[in-house]
């Protein structure tokens, strides 16, 4: 998909250098996926309790199989 996105400058310098992405373009995908992960962690805290805990990806994926 094409998208024109005005992108704060400074946000994208501190990002580029907390995570080494070097274009908006990935910074952009970056972020989408770590939205997704996170909604999705905090969706499995709602089902599994309230506590914060830190779940890895294997973690997540065997809790969508108990889903099932």
Do not use: C, Q, W
């Amino acid at each position: 998909m094409r998208a024109t996105v005005d992108i704060d400058d400074k946000l994208f310098e501190e990002a580029k250098k907390l995570t080494s992405v070097k274009t908006k373009k990935e910074l952009i995908n970056l972020s989408l996926k770590e939205l997704i992960r996170r909604k999705k962690v905090e969706h499995l805290l709602s089902l599994y309790g309230t506590s914060p805990i830190d779940l890895t990806l294997k973690d997540v994926e065997r809790f969508r199989e108990d889903e099932r």
